[in-house]
Nanobody, 126 residues
Framework: VQLQASGGGLVKEGGSLKLSCTTS????????MGWFRQAPGKEREFVAA????????LYADSVEGRFTISRDNAKNTVWLQMNSLKSEDTAVYSC????????????????????WGQGTQVTVSS
């Protein structure tokens, strides 16, 4: 399964960006989808996840209220709308797909995902 993330770029603090992740996989509508990020010198961390139907989402505390994850199964696409960006949001953002069931305790874990896309760089300037 190939996942393609895009939409990164350079933005000033307080600005917005919308990331996209698409796949040609015919099973997209059954996947839990997640976004993760990795800042320079830091470990990869969970950002947000969304259940296959879109009816449940989970966010890291650091982005709650600022970021919104959504999906359109007809388009095989998941998005991450990022508002009120801060310099500490600077990182490489990657999308990932989980083929197992939705479980909040699990979907925030890097090891819970089966497929990963390449990252897209987000740089927030102060």
């Amino acid at each position: 399964v190939q996942l393609q993330a895009s939409g990164g770029g350079l933005v000033k603090e307080g600005g917005s960006l919308k990331l996209s992740c698409t796949t040609s996989s015919g099973a997209f509508s059954s996947y839990v989808m997640g976004w993760f990020r990795q800042a320079p010198g830091k470990e990869r961390e969970f950002v947000a996840a969304i259940i296959w139907s879109g009816s449940s989402t989970l966010y890291a505390d650091s982005v709650e209220g600022r970021f919104t994850i959504s999906r359109d199964n007809a388009k095989n696409t998941v998005w991450l709308q990022m508002n009120s960006l801060k310099s500490e949001d600077t990182a490489v953002y990657s999308c990932a797909a989980r083929t197992s069931f939705w479980r909040p305790a699990a979907v925030a874990g890097i090891g819970s995902y089966d497929y990963w896309g390449q990252g897209t760089q987000v740089t927030v300037s102060s």
